[in-house]
């Protein structure tokens, strides 16, 4: 998109702007900060005005945030394990997995020669998540940032610490249900929500004719993983680690 120079550098992309704070929850103050964190380098008139800069911010408050969290949520980790964890869920593969989730995409600017292949790669998507990370962080401070990283790290860091530790809640329920009560467990799907690009679904597992409390996920693997866990918790007098309300 070509602007005259003299014109607000906002005015163009209001509605793209707008757009993208409606998908990531959150309210710039400062407009500008949001334009420069999607602002690829070949969108830019000059590098200095691309989003690398805020991506080499936003990389390391994406480290201290998820470490801090590893640190509080597993007291029973040692630094190895910690070190394991945070490696995946920090790296550029989640990065750009949430980005995409976020449908990101849609809001890059880019130069004429990148809006002509067919997909964003993932390199892509992986900046900008955390060019939007620094651009919260500068412009909300480290309470937005934080809440922000919350929302969409605590399940990446729940999913990493469950593979790392070789944690399959659907193996551990069926060997339950089928030592003591002769059956398989089946998964319902109750509900799902959200746009194409980013749905959720609820899912419930129940056992020996028994519905236990459903649970929320990004996509049905980990709906039906968290409706194990509850299932496991419920079945050994314990309350269901997750909400059936989302």
Not at 24 to 49: C, I, P
Not at 207 to 215: E, I, L, S, Y
Request: proline content about 4%; hydrophobic content about 40%.
């Amino acid at each position: 998109m070509l602007m005259d120079e003299q014109s607000d550098p906002v005015q163009p992309y209001e509605s793209l702007l707008r757009g993208c704070e409606e998908r990531v929850g959150y309210v710039f103050s400062d407009k500008n900060l949001l334009r420069a964190a999607l602002t690829h380098a070949s969108g830019a008139e000059h590098r200095l005005l691309s989003n690398e800069r805020l991506e080499f911010l936003g990389d390391a408050i994406l480290g201290a945030v998820v470490c801090e969290l590893l640190f509080h949520q597993y007291p029973q980790y040692l630094e190895g394990d910690l070190t394991r964890i945070k490696s995946i869920v920090v790296s550029r593969i989640t990065c750009a997995k949430i980005s995409e989730s976020l449908g990101m995409q849609e809001f890059l600017i880019l130069g004429k020669g990148m809006t002509t292949h067919p997909s964003v790669p993932p390199s892509l998507l992986a900046d900008v998540f955390e060019s939007l990370i620094a651009a919260i962080y500068l412009d909300g401070g480290t309470a937005s940032a934080r809440e922000f990283l919350e929302r969409h790290m605590l399940p990446e860091i729940e999913l990493a610490a469950d593979g790392e530790m070789g944690t399959n809640y659907k193996s551990m329920l069926q060997q339950l249900a089928q030592r003591e009560h002769g059956s398989t467990p089946i998964y319902l799907l109750l509900d799902e929500k959200g746009p194409d690009h980013s749905k959720c679904f609820k899912i419930a597992a129940q056992v020996g004719g028994n519905r236990h409390q459903a649970a929320w996920g990004r996509n049905k693997k980990e709906a039906e993983q968290r409706a194990a866990r509850n299932a496991l918790s419920e079945l050994s007098g314990k309350a269901a680690p997750y909400s059936a309300d989302g």
